[in-house]
């Protein structure tokens, strides 16, 4: 759908942990200018996806391009200058329980730059302002909700004007005002900032009203992908029970387990 | 047989700690020199682990000073010797005492403190955090803590001895009644710049065991309340029994 070049590619990646395989020849494009969901149901490793796309860890095999380059063969100093490119989300929010707002988001400035501490200020009460939390500015993280702890961790994820926002899960545990919020501020970032967003989450509705393009991860592999329209149309049973919802399917209701009957009647536990 | 194969697995594990540790060492010693361009942070964690620690440090190193003035004047006195006791004060504080105890009660204060903080960094994922936004945890958050511990502890330690001194002689002269000139004078007298460079080295060393273990075992905790835990158990447990053999080791060395 787009003529550019896409800012994310990976190609036949593989990644296994204590020998469960969570990749195994996964392919995806991430088009720049776009706000791309990954879904999929839990456990199919959406932040383990993320974790390598930005290389806290390493695929076995495969390559993953960001901006044309090889993640897995940079040097730290080159990654360190890659990152710097991008922004993350997490789950939690992740901020520094130290610091208050203000010096949370004012961290990677004043890591990486020299600028004067007027300048800082400014760029700081900009990035609240578009979170709407100017008000909040000398809370410790302690004292925010949960909904507040993930705008702040925003503000302070583009605080250094990144390419990239990388979400990882933006509404677990929001209430719906929260996570209205939340979802029109990564639909107006991308669009303000001009910046790509990839957003893992498995908020089907949520999502889908704001992503341009949906990839549904399932069995280490992407079973579909297309506009939020396509796929509520799509009519393959993997698609339809995570879309629908459904508690059983081709996505399994029980963890694999030895005979029901026969563990119910073995006297000592399972032989 | 298992147990064999548990005492080597143990053994394997130790020994792998080991390198573990003289690899972070040396990684934390490279990247010390360019702690020191940021200074404040240097300057907060000494003021975590040694401001923050004075009150135990000051009241422990009271009370030993006044067992020691008490046990101290009780066996010099069966040889007629009590004005010595001056002398054996000073020396037991200052080349046994104020070092080793003062580390167990820093591993015991700074270094738990130290380790979960640390480990809870690592399970809120604001260690990650950091990498990701490229600074790198070593140098913004580990460095500077251990560096605080390393300068704080040698001073604690002074600090331990010093009151401790004013312990002893508040029993001892005070109220045994020991002559106040011959207690200090003796002492004055008698120990010598050796004896004070063996205080110094033990507590250097000891500040540079209690917070290597400190900040290795919350930099690698497990990120879960029990692994939280267990870390800061370990690092009690493991800077205990380093300080004491280490503590030999210098001892016979300066002998």
């Not at chain 1, 130290?98 to 760029?123: G, S």
């Not at chain 2, 422990?60 to 004047?73: A, N, P, R, T």
């Not at chain 2, 009590?82 to 004060?89: H, M, P, S, V």
């Not at chain 2, 900040?215 to 158990?233: F, I, L």
Request: with cysteine.
């Amino acid at each position: 759908m787009n003529q550019a070049p896409p800012i994310i590619e990976i190609s036949d990646l593989n990644y296994a942990v204590g020998g469960r395989a969570i990749f195994s020849g996964l392919d995806m494009q991430i088009p720049r200018g776009s706000v791309t969901a990954i879904m999929g149901p839990s456990g199919t490793g959406k932040t383990t996806l993320l974790r390598l796309i930005t290389r806290q860890l390493r695929a076995d095999s495969g390559k993953v391009r960001v901006g044309g380059l090889d993640v897995d063969s940079l040097t730290r100093p080159a990654l360190y200058e890659l990152r710097r490119r991008m922004g993350m989300l997490f789950q939690n929010g992740a901020l520094l329980t130290d610091l208050d707002v203000f010096e949370n988001v004012a961290f990677p400035l004043r890591e990486h730059t020299q600028l004067p501490e007027r300048l800082i200020r400014q760029l700081v009460l900009i990035k609240l302002q578009a979170v709407g939390l100017r008000g909040a500015i000398d809370l410790m993280p302690a004292e925010l909700s949960g909904g507040m702890t993930r705008r702040v961790a925003l503000a302070r994820a583009f605080v250094m004007d990144p390419e990239i926002l990388l979400y990882d899960e933006p509404f677990v545990g929001l209430d719906p005002i929260s996570m209205g919020v939340i979802l029109r501020l990564i639909r107006r970032l991308n669009d303000v900032l001009g910046i790509t967003s990839i957003v893992v989450s498995h908020d089907v509705q949520e999502i889908s009203s704001v992503a341009d393009l949906v990839y549904l991860l399932s069995g280490g592999k992407v079973v579909a992908q297309g506009t939020p329209q396509q796929l509520q149309a799509d009519k393959s049973e993997v698609v339809r029970q995570f879309m629908g919802g459904l508690a059983d399917g081709p996505v399994p209701f029980h963890y694999p387990a030895p005979d029901y009957f026969g563990e119910l009647l073995a006297r000592d536990g399972p032989t | 047989m298992s147990v064999l194969r548990d005492l080597r697995s143990s053994a394997v594990d130790t020994l792998a700690t080991v390198g573990e540790l003289a690899a972070l060492l040396v990684r934390l010693t490279a990247a010390s020199p360019r702690a020191f361009l940021r200074i404040d942070l240097i300057g907060a964690q000494i003021y975590n682990a040694g401001a923050l620690s004075l009150v135990i440090i000051m009241l422990s190193g009271l009370f030993v000073g006044m067992v020691l003035g008490l046990q101290g004047f009780q066996l010099l006195q069966r040889f007629g010797s009590e004005e010595a006791l001056g002398t054996a004060a000073a020396i037991g504080l200052v080349k046994e005492l104020g070092p080793v105890v003062t580390a167990l009660l820093f591993a015991g204060r700074a270094g738990t403190a130290l380790a979960s903080e640390l480990g809870l960094m690592r399970a809120t994922d604001q260690l990650s955090a950091m990498e990701m936004m490229a600074v790198d945890p070593i140098q913004r958050v580990v460095v500077p803590r251990f560096l605080g511990g390393v300068i704080a502890m040698p001073l604690l330690a002074a600090i331990f001895s010093m009151i401790g001194l004013y312990g002893a002689q508040l029993i001892g002269v005070q109220i045994m009644g020991v002559d106040s000139g011959s207690f200090w004078s003796q002492m004055r007298a008698s120990v010598a710049i050796g004896d004070i460079n063996e205080g110094i080295v033990k507590s250097l060393v000891f500040g540079v065991a209690c917070s290597l273990i400190a900040v290795y075992e919350g930099y690698n905790a497990v990120p879960t309340a029990e692994g939280v835990s267990r870390a800061t158990t370990r690092t009690v447990v493991n800077s205990a029994v380093l300080t004491l053999f280490l503590d030999y080791l210098i001892t016979a060395s300066f002998l």
